[in-house]
Nanobody, 124 residues
């Protein structure tokens, strides 16, 4: 199994920045892609960003392109999500997840393990 622990969430104002971290442990050898998803109250889960552990490929949801950056530190088994120019509509619980595949990264169903989530709240 793989354990994922997110951190870095909090309450910020619109326009501020936050950096989320996701530390992976356990049997991480089969992990090929790390993704970030978010879910706001009353809304469906939304793909935010994904990265291959090799770092060669990154993907972003349309609503965060140009504002969020995903990165990975293989030595630390940690993935980061740098969130800039935050908006109130970015308010959600953010989850990291790991997939054994490198394709169709926007599909949450393809991710095998999920973290417990970290709350991000952006006030206007």
């Amino acid at each position: 199994q793989v354990q994922l622990v997110e951190s870095g969430g909090g309450l910020v104002q619109a326009g501020d920045s936050l950096r989320l971290s996701c530390a992976a442990s356990g049997r991480t050898g089969s992990s090929r892609t790390m993704g970030w998803f978010r879910q706001a109250p009353g809304k469906e889960r939304e793909f935010v960003a994904a990265i291959s552990w090799s770092g060669s490929s990154t993907y972003y949801g349309d609503s965060v392109k140009g504002r969020f950056t995903i990165s990975a530190d293989n030595a630390k088994n940690t993935v980061y999500l740098q969130m800039n120019s935050l908006k109130p509509e970015d308010t959600a619980v953010y989850y990291c997840a790991t997939s054994r595949t490198t394709g169709r990264v926007i599909l949450g169903a393809l991710y095998s393990y999920w973290g417990q989530g970290t709350q991000v709240t952006v006030s206007s």
